[in-house]
Structures are given as structure tokens and as C-alpha cells.
């Protein structure tokens, strides 16, 4: 299979090591057979309709260089969707930066993909965010598969696991911490005693929080997350709007260890059931699924059949993040049969 | 597609509720047809190559009655085995009582099953225990599937789980807490300080707990466990055996307080790697994703990309254990295209 990727950043070159890491055991083991055919970043693309050499493009994303200056054949200016429109390809891998404004430039480069017959998988929340049940119908209509389980809590295969083995249960609810930077803030306040402030600046001094942190702190990202679970299962057409919204910024350390005091601890939660879409701090139980501590994501699904069922795990970083980009590759090969 | 249910006690009647309150939507959305063709339990038999009225079904296991005294038509005496061999049936679900030292009944179910040509869904831990490797070649030699999903941990999605989304993951360990009643005592004993026998008996009375506790509290049923998922995941070839067990009676609650005030949890862990497979009582710090409490069970799979995915969920309870069914059921019949 002909694969794309659009963004070489570090979830692209996270995702190109893993596949050369792991080319015995895909071909050998799983019979899985993928060629990098295109690589496309902000200055421009390189493309080898006979398969990229994969160390040489990793060499390219550790330099300085963009790949299209660094390697010979290299196509400066060369733009995303000229490369998804001109390099023969099977499977576009999307992961540009994420806008969940206008869901740009992920959203044409997504479609325009679909619309050429190209399977795609993305990391990319702003698209599905801002036009999911579009992108779901274009899928429907192009016939194409489009997966996006990198779009949510990083490794965790919320959308596989719901769709594969639980396939007989029917989701009513989803809880989940979402957002492994306020959770690794609200951690520290609680156990430590900290001020917000101090364990924010620490935070991004160790890289686990951004140098603007808004998106985060005020639950944003969490709430693109749980715009995109509400559509995904419990089939409601919603958008970032429609989400109430309340962050951590107000949250004191006084209050996270009063709460662990008597027995809870305080997390950044987002819900998604047939009536409400919020995110917000909430006292959860100590010893509760969701009372995960550090950078760690959970989610939790409500069915009719097994009850309660949740995951958890690390919502980010390049190498846990191509775990889910890779079970969706995988996935899509053994659906279309190479 | 014909289905086989061998078992009519709990876990058979919460199936066959399951498959009729599940019918329509089943049907109409999932496009999944099944059809109840024979029903055993350890009365006889009842039969119907057109497919068995599940709701008549239903009353016979809610009666005193076994299904061939209360069915017209039953087969008082009828063995599973002459139903497996001479009822024409495309799947059958083994879900008798479980013996961890022979597998019998079960294990004779299973193989007569597939040297037959049957598909097989099973709930039963003996005949993995005492004969995974065996039965693994079995499947792969007559070329049935072959499913047992909830054998650990009920509801929760474990094999469905590494075996599909997460396909590009190699799995290096597993650790669970794997028993909800030891579980369940354990966190008594922790948060209320009272001794390990009232707890057991308080359990007892409330069904959480066997009359005869031992499977539970010496950790055998963990370490039934733990060889299952050591066999599936990690492709060793262990028996009961070889498991290191230490359970859960000289645990008081002066341990379980202490741990407590200082951040820890004591949980009945079972862990499996490639050196390693035992069972036994393990200090694991509060807001780590296996300190649940209650009854809940949880299992962290060690992977090379997403380090650690932990599932959580109730791993008891006939409808918790038909969402694992169901799911091994409908991932059949879409495997092998109904």
C-alpha cells in the first residue's frame, strides 16, 4: 500500500521511525506491506512513486533542511494538495498542525483526498471538529476508509475498542480526562501543595505544558475532544460551540488537596450523553477509574451491557501517538485487503 | 448463523436476554442474523433447526425446571456432546462450569466442536488453562474461529483489544487485578479498617464472594488468569502450574490502612512478562490506573509504542459477561461473513 503523509514534524517522523522499526514485523508477521511514497512539509515535498528510502527521509526531518532541500529530487514549494492530487497514493496520513477555527489546512486536504478515492487516517482534531458529519458522509459516498483514532487520547484506542470487540454494546455516556497537561498540573497542586502558577511555569519548563497554554488550561482542547466522541458515538451532529466550557485556571492548590483530603481528587472532565456537552473541574473519587494521576489520559464509556468500561493511557508525545496511527494503517490494510 | 448453548445457567440466560432485547437492532444495524438453534443443560436438551423461541427459552431457565422437563419437544438425557454432533449448527458457546484441573467438560466440548467445523465462543477458563496451545492448533488446523474473550476480566475488551486496533503494538507485559472479590475485600478492608473475615463473610452475604471463597482469596483464579493472558499475549506456553501464587488471607487491615496513609493501595496482582508469572498481594500507588476499587477489575498492557493501556471494568456479572460474548459473536460472523 502507497502512503502519503502530509506533515513531517514529530508525529510524522515519529510515525516514519516506527515503520521502518517495525517493517520485518508488518510484512513478515502481520502481511502488511507499506511504501512511503510522498513526504510533504512546510517547504515543500519529496516523492518516489517507488517507495521512499525511509532513513534518508528520517536524516532529512532531523536536519535543519526541509526534506525538500535536503534530499536530492527534493520539489521546493511543492504544496500538499498538489502531492495528494499528483503522486499515485492509497493512503493519506494527515498531520498538520490543528486548527480547530476552520479545521485548516487539514479539512481540504482531507476531503480533496476523499474525494480522489484515497483512504485517509489523521491526528489532526480540527477537521473533525469543525465538519465531522460532512467528512463522515464523504466517506460514505467516496466509499473510502477514514480513521482518526490518533485524534483522541493519543495511544488509546477508544474508537477502535468500540467499534471492534464492543461492537454488541450501545454507548450512552462518555467521561473522560482528556488533556494530559492540566491533569499533570492539577496532580502536582494536589499532592504537592503548589500554587497553579508555579506548577504551570514548571510544567512548561519540562515541555508538558505549551508556551501558550490557553487551549489547555481553559479546556478547549479537552472540549474539541469531547465535540469529537459526542459525534463519533453517540451519533449527535455538534460542534465546539456547543460545548460549555470551564477551565483550571481558577482551581487553587487549597482546594485540590481539600479534596484529597476527604477522598477525591480534582480533574478537568469532559462529558458527552444524549443531553450534555460540558467540561469542567469535577471532584472524582479516589480510586475511580478517571483517578488517574500525572499526564495520564482516561475515558470512560457508559453501555448497556458491560456498564462502565475505561481506558487509560499517555494522551501524547510522537511515539504512543504513531500507536495509534499505526493500528489504523493496519487496520485499513486488512479492511481493503492490501 | 446457527448458534449452540452449551450452559443454561446464568451466563447462557444473560446471553440468550441479551440476544433478544439486542434482535433488532442486531438485525437492522449491525446486519448480524443468529438464530438459537439448541440449548443444553444438565437435564438434556432442547432443539429446533428453525430456531428455539428465546422468550420461551427464557421461562424455561427462570423455572425449577431444567429447558428439556419445561420445553415441549425437550430431550430429557440429551448430552452437549450428541447436540454438538448432531444438531447442524454453525457456532457453538461453551459456557460451562469451569475446572482448572482437567477442563472437562469444556475442553471435550471445544475440540468435538471444532473437529466438527464449529466455530467456537466460550466463557470457560478450564479448557484455556489446562490446553491453550492445544487448542490454538486445533483452531488454526480445522480453521474455525475460535474466541474466549470472557475467560479474563468480563466485559472488558483485553484480546478485541491488542488484537485489533492496537495490531501494530508488540505486548511485552501484563499486569491486572484480575478478581473483583478479592478486590472487593481488599478495599473494605482499606478504607473502613475491618478485619479480613468480616469483610469476607459481609461479602458472602452480599453475593460478592463464593460460598467456598478459596478460587478467590489463594489467587488461583488470577493465576488462571494470568496463565490465559501469558499464552494469548505473549505467546509462551505455560500452564497453571507455573505460576508463582501467593493470595490474599494473611492480609489484615493494619497493612491495607498503613499502605493507604502512605499513598499506596494493596492489590491482588497478577503479572506475566517473559521471566515472569505470579500472583500475589502488591503495594501500587493511589492514582496508578490499576488502584480501582470495589469490585472493579483492571489490566495494563506493556507495549513498545504505547507504553502502558490500561482497561477497566466490571469483570463479573452475566450481562457484563454477554457484552464480551456478544462482541466475540458478532466479530464471528463478520470474520466469516455470516
Do not use: C, W
Given at each position: ?29 502481520a502481511g ?22 525511509i ?12 526534506v ?14 498538489e ?37 485517509v ?22 466509499g ?56 504551570l511555569?514548571?510544567?512548561q ?9 490557553t ?37 487553587g ?8 483530603d476527604?477522598g ?25 477509574p ?30 504512543e501517538?504513531?500507536?495509534?496511527l ?13
Amino acid at each position: 500500500m502507497k502512503v502519503t503523509l502530509i506533515g513531517f514534524g514529530n508525529l510524522g517522523q515519529g510515525l516514519a521511525r516506527v515503520l521502518l522499526e517495525k517493517e520485518e514485523y508488518l510484512e513478515k508477521e502481520a502481511g502488511v506491506f507499506l511504501e512511503i511514497v510522498a513526504a510533504v512539509d512546510s517547504g515543500g515535498a519529496v516523492t518516489d512513486e517507488g517507495g521512499i528510502d525511509i532513513e534518508e527521509l528520517l536524516e532529512a526531518g532531523e536536519s535543519e533542511d526541509t526534506v525538500a532541500e535536503y534530499l536530492d529530487g527534493g520539489e521546493k514549494g511543492t504544496s500538499a494538495l498538489e502531492v495528494i492530487r499528483n503522486v499515485d497514493s492509497d493512503l493519506v496520513v494527515e498531520l498538520t498542525p490543528t486548527s480547530i477555527k476552520d479545521g485548516e489546512p487539514g479539512l481540504t486536504h482531507i476531503k480533496e483526498s476523499m474525494n480522489l478515492g484515497k483512504h485517509v487516517v489523521t491526528s489532526n482534531k480540527g477537521p473533525l471538529v469543525v465538519a465531522f458529519q460532512e467528512l463522515e458522509k464523504l466517506r460514505e459516498d467516496t466509499g473510502v476508509e477514514f480513521r482518526y483514532s490518533a485524534t483522541v487520547g493519543g495511544a488509546m484506542p477508544i474508537f477502535g475498542l468500540a467499534k471492534g470487540q464492543m461492537s454488541g454494546d450501545s454507548v450512552s455516556e462518555i467521561r473522560g480526562v482528556l488533556n494530559g497537561t492540566t491533569n499533570y498540573i492539577l496532580t502536582r497542586m494536589s499532592e504537592e501543595g503548589a500554587p497553579f502558577d508555579v506548577v504551570l511555569s514548571e510544567a512548561q519548563e519540562l515541555g508538558f505544558a505549551e508556551e501558550d497554554p490557553t487551549l489547555d488550561i481553559e479546556g478547549i482542547d479537552t472540549a474539541a475532544k469531547v465535540t469529537i466522541l459526542a459525534n463519533a458515538f453517540l451519533e449527535r451532529n455538534v460542534k465546539l460551540d456547543d460545548v460549555d466550557v470551564e477551565g483550571i485556571s481558577r482551581i487553587g492548590p487549597k482546594v485540590t488537596q481539600l479534596a484529597r483530603d476527604t477522598g477525591y481528587e480534582v480533574k478537568l472532565v469532559g462529558v458527552a450523553n444524549s443531553d450534555t456537552l460540558e467540561v469542567g473541574p469535577k471532584l472524582i473519587p479516589s480510586g475511580d477509574p478517571l483517578a488517574v494521576k500525572g499526564s495520564l489520559n482516561s475515558v470512560t464509556l457508559k453501555t448497556d451491557l458491560a456498564k462502565e468500561i475505561t481506558i487509560t493511557g499517555f494522551g501524547a508525545g510522537p511515539r504512543e501517538t504513531s500507536s495509534a496511527l499505526l493500528g489504523d494503517i493496519v487496520n485499513i490494510y486488512k479492511s481493503v485487503g492490501g
